[in-house]
């Protein structure tokens, strides 16, 4: 969703769409009522289509600055819940061969939307705290030595919260079974594909069968 | 409790712990973003009892106003004018201080105040002259409902301009931190936006 005040030049647009808007209204009105409502109408749907989105365009790809030549291969890791699988601990496995690695697991601090706009996220935030806690033990007991932080709750926005500071040479996106998995619904994996010029790997982890 | 709290803790800190914040907002904007929200909404209300009054009430009266009493809709339009040329004006404050022009944020400051004074002034002139009063039926009370909570919000935005300027004239404003100018006008421009619509809802249709 675009926040259409998100500063005062996006204000000083509304102001001028504003004016535009209600001269159409207003002009249309005048010519007939029916129809100045039905211009009303279009033009505030036209609006809500703005704010939510409209055409999206393809976001410009976040650039990730790595030192070229160290041995060690850093692994960005997000995961909610689907740390124990041992398809993720294979896959770390495969990555880090031969070097030694450098692995930060991201865990979101997923909110639902009516909390984060009525309520502070210090629920979420605590309940990431016990799965990133739990997450880090099962893979310490897999062989795996990770560090780990809470993220935002949109992963993507975790993630490039994430880079800021961990320069990594990879990203690994850990999600349920299709089906099963809001993330891939919301299609994480493909958006963190066009958003970072870092490989990004998924990683389906299906506790189910485990 | 969070980490951040219970590092803070450790460390002998006393308060509130440090809020936990996304980094995708900044929470001056979110604020400012949701104190228009419910403005908007409070403006709702009032748009409501005045479409109420014109439009679903049985008792309506046919012409708007009702007669004998008429609007002064050019004395509006000029106010509207007015009111629309400041949010070019606070535009031109903002944007010069991102470019680093004090003289500009100052003028453009000035400017605004000045024109949004003007409106004020204006709009208190048309109550004295429109030819009635809240006691004159609904109508009255809605015209003067809308019009005088627009108004009370310019005079807010004027003081919190005001102290916009107080500041920039002292130079506490640079490129890099204009926050103080900012949130002062996304705040005006959105007291300009409630004018449009109400000028167009009442004088003009």
């Known amino acids: ?210 | 409790m969070s980490a951040h709290a219970e590092a803070a803790h450790d460390h002998g800190h006393h308060g509130p712990p440090p809020a936990n914040r996304s980094s995708r907002l900044d929470p001056t904007t979110l604020g400012m973003f949701l104190f228009i929200a419910s403005e908007a909404m409070l403006f709702g209300a009032f748009f409501t009892a005045y479409f109420f009054v014109r439009v679903v009430n049985p008792d309506a009266p046919a012409e708007w106003p009702p007669p004998p009493y008429e609007f002064p809709v050019f004395v509006a339009s000029v106010n509207t004018a007015i009111l629309v040329t400041s949010s070019f004006t606070i535009h031109w404050a903002t944007q010069s201080i991102k470019r680093g022009d004090r003289n500009g944020l100052r003028a453009g400051l000035v400017v605004t105040i000045l024109l949004g004074s003007a409106f004020l002034l204006t709009q208190a002139i048309e109550y004295a002259h429109v030819g009635f009063n809240t006691g004159d039926g609904a109508f009255a009370s809605v015209f003067f409902g809308l019009t005088g909570l627009h108004g009370a919000h310019v005079f807010v935005g004027l003081s919190l301009l005001t102290m916009a300027a107080v500041r920039a004239f002292k130079g506490h404003f640079s490129p890099d931190h204009y926050h103080g100018v900012e949130i002062p006008g996304i705040y005006w421009h959105f007291v300009d936006v409630m004018w449009i619509i109400v000028w167009a809802a009442v004088y003009l249709l």
């Open chain 1, 1 to 210: 969703m675009k926040n259409p005040v998100r500063d005062e030049a996006s204000a000083f647009q509304v102001v001028l769409l504003t004016l535009g808007g209600t001269a159409l209204v207003v002009l249309a009105a005048w010519i007939a009522t029916w129809l100045g409502v039905v211009v009303f109408l279009v033009l505030c749907a036209a609006a809500l289509w703005a704010i939510r989105g409209g055409m999206r365009q393809r976001p410009a790809q976040a650039h990730v600055v790595r030192g070229d030549g160290e041995p060690v291969r850093r692994i960005l890791v997000v995961a909610n819940e689907t740390v124990a699988g041992h398809e993720l601990r294979d896959l770390l496995g495969q990555k880090a061969e031969g070097v030694s690695e450098d692995v930060l697991l991201v865990c979101p601090a997923l909110n639902s939307k009516l909390r984060t706009w009525t309520s502070d996220e210090d629920g979420a935030r605590e309940a990431a705290r016990s799965r990133l806690d739990a997450s880090l033990e099962r893979l310490a007991v897999l062989g795996v030595q990770a560090r780990g932080e809470i993220g935002d709750g949109d992963p993507l926005q975790a993630l490039e919260d994430a880079l800021r500071e961990f320069p990594a040479d990879e990203i690994v996106v850990s999600t349920h079974p299709p089906g099963r998995s809001h993330w891939l619904e919301q299609g994480v994996v493909e958006n963190a594909r066009m958003r970072f010029d870092v490989p990004v790997t998924h990683v389906v982890v299906d506790l189910e069968s485990a």
